[in-house]
């Protein structure tokens, strides 16, 4: 018994397998082309005789958009015809749906439609390690940048003088034009960089970059960024915040870079002379205002490169407020302390002008010279109120 079962299944899965397929009911040609932007397109839908159907009752639907009847020739029974001029770029990338129907509207058979460009050659292509052992890099995709259809973009690499060529393989689809390289890197050997773009029109290719990764280090911004009121000094503020600690797991050095706004104002002011120190007061600043406050570092000189680093991102925001000039506010209601007052507004406005220009930074040199003239306006304040005083009596 069981062997009858076996030769009835083998027997007839041998007739399956040897017996033809049936033939397509209808075909366009060509099928799938790549064409580029601008270009013309003539399409046969070729039915077959058993479906006893006659060419002049068929139709065309472009992207489920039915195509006018005059762009149709009949070149037999079997036959029809399309002419497509002008052609625009792919709706999607996938390609534009070209279909023939039967004369009820049912599907006989279609064709999609790769209408673009070319790549062009990808362009500004920089590369960037967070800890000396991942790379990642990033590009443009040319002046014109969009082919209308799908373009398969390379990321490979090499060491210089030995090793075979690699691909990128973890590209970021959050971001495009990015790829990731997370492992297996040399130190102190360079590296050949490029991209490849290719698709059904054509293909380009980068420049080629060359680069050691203790060339491109870069870091997480600076953490615990804290700013604060100096006493009552109300046009400064302190600055402070802790190194990434990629700088401690690798023995880099680094500078920073400070930059603040006005609460209400889109226009960052950046201290660029901060060094690698960890902290900085901000000086010639306005009373009584909200401030934000961002730092940024650039690894420098890690294990004896002579190039700068990459600037990391800038930290997060930190906001903090000028204390209110009380001294500017107190006494205006008499006429003398008023006229005191005007003078010392002419001389803060002096010195402020003098700090915006010349003190706008960390040197020690500049806060020390702030801090003296402060001490010796605080003193001749009290020499002034003293006089009115006795002046009263």
């Given at each position: 018994?069981y062997?009858?079962?076996?030769?009835?299944?083998?027997?007839?899965?041998?007739?399956?397998?040897?017996?033809?397929?049936?033939p397509?009911?209808?075909?366009?040609?060509?099928?799938?082309?790549?064409l580029?932007?601008?270009?013309?397109?003539?399409a046969?839908?070729?039915?077959?005789?058993?479906?006893?159907?006659?060419?002049?009752?068929?139709?065309?639907?472009?992207?489920?958009?039915?195509?006018?009847?005059?762009?149709?020739?009949?070149?037999?029974?079997?036959?029809?015809?399309?002419t497509?001029?002008?052609?625009?770029g792919?709706?999607?990338?996938?390609?534009?749906?070209?279909?023939?129907?039967?004369?009820?509207?049912?599907?006989?058979?279609?064709?999609?439609?790769?209408?673009?460009m070319?790549p062009?050659?990808?362009?500004?292509?920089?590369?960037?390690?967070?800890?000396?052992?991942?790379?990642?890099?990033?590009?443009?995709?040319?002046?014109?940048?969009?082919?209308?259809?799908r373009?398969?973009?390379?990321?490979?690499?090499k060491?210089?003088?030995?090793?075979?060529?690699?691909?990128?393989?973890?590209?970021?689809?959050?971001?495009?034009?990015?790829?990731?390289?997370?492992?297996?890197?040399?130190?102190?050997?360079?590296?050949?960089?490029?991209?490849?773009?290719?698709n059904?029109?054509?293909?380009a290719?980068?420049?080629?970059?060359?680069?050691?990764?203790?060339?491109?280090?870069?870091?997480?911004?600076?953490?615990?960024?804290?700013?604060?009121?100096?006493?009552?000094?109300?046009?400064?503020?302190?600055?402070?915040?802790?190194?990434?600690?990629?700088?401690?797991?690798?023995?880099?050095?680094?500078k920073?870079?400070?930059?603040?706004?006005?609460e209400d104002?889109?226009?960052?002011?950046?201290?660029?002379?901060?060094?690698?120190?960890?902290?900085?007061?901000?000086?010639?600043?306005?009373?009584?205002?909200?401030?934000?406050?961002?730092?940024?570092?650039?690894?420098?000189?890690?294990?004896?490169?002579?190039?700068?680093?990459?600037?990391s991102?800038?930290?997060?925001?930190?906001?903090?407020?000028?204390?209110?000039?009380e001294?500017?506010l107190?006494g205006?209601?008499?006429?003398?302390?008023?006229?005191?007052?005007?003078?010392?507004?002419?001389?803060?406005?002096?010195?402020?002008?003098?700090?915006?220009?010349?003190a706008?930074?960390?040197?020690s040199?500049?806060?020390?010279l702030?801090?003296?003239?402060?001490?010796?306006?605080q003193?001749?304040?009290?020499?002034?109120?003293?006089?009115?005083?006795?002046?009263?009596?």
């Amino acid at each position: 018994g069981y062997t009858a079962v076996f030769w009835h299944i083998f027997i007839n899965t041998a007739s399956s397998l040897s017996s033809p397929r049936p033939p397509e009911v209808a075909a366009i040609f060509p099928q799938d082309p790549a064409l580029r932007i601008g270009s013309s397109l003539t399409a046969t839908c070729s039915v077959s005789a058993e479906l006893g159907i006659h060419a002049s009752s068929l139709f065309w639907t472009l992207n489920g958009k039915r195509l006018p009847s005059n762009t149709y020739s009949v070149l037999g029974p079997a036959a029809l015809s399309v002419t497509l001029d002008r052609l625009n770029g792919s709706r999607q990338q996938s390609g534009d749906n070209l279909v023939c129907h039967g004369s009820g509207g049912h599907v006989l058979a279609g064709s999609c439609l790769y209408i673009g460009m070319p790549p062009e050659k990808p362009v500004n292509l920089t590369c960037w390690s967070r800890n000396t052992k991942d790379l990642t890099c990033r590009w443009a995709p040319g002046s014109q940048g969009e082919t209308f259809i799908r373009t398969k973009y390379t990321l490979k690499y090499k060491l210089r003088w030995y090793g075979r060529e690699r691909e990128c393989e973890d590209y970021n689809t959050g971001q495009p034009y990015t790829c990731y390289i997370p492992r297996d890197l040399a130190l102190f050997t360079p590296y050949e960089i490029w991209v490849e773009a290719s698709n059904q029109l054509g293909s380009a290719v980068s420049d080629i970059i060359t680069l050691d990764i203790l060339d491109v280090v870069t870091t997480d911004p600076p953490a615990d960024v804290h700013v604060s009121r100096v006493g009552e000094l109300e046009d400064q503020l302190s600055v402070r915040w802790s190194s990434p600690p990629a700088l401690k797991d690798f023995l880099f050095q680094a500078k920073y870079q400070i930059r603040f706004r006005l609460e209400d104002s889109m226009d960052w002011k950046v201290v660029d002379d901060v060094g690698n120190q960890t902290s900085c007061r901000l000086a010639g600043l306005r009373p009584g205002t909200v401030y934000f406050v961002q730092v940024r570092c650039n690894p420098v000189g890690i294990y004896g490169s002579r190039k700068a680093g990459i600037w990391s991102e800038w930290s997060n925001p930190t906001a903090a407020s000028t204390p209110h000039s009380e001294r500017l506010l107190s006494g205006s209601c008499e006429p003398k302390s008023g006229e005191q007052n005007s003078t010392l507004r002419r001389e803060l406005k002096q010195f402020f002008g003098w700090v915006r220009k010349h003190a706008y930074g960390c040197s020690s040199m500049s806060i020390k010279l702030y801090d003296q003239w402060r001490v010796w306006l605080q003193k001749s304040h009290k020499a002034r109120n003293q006089i009115l005083q006795g002046d009263k009596s």
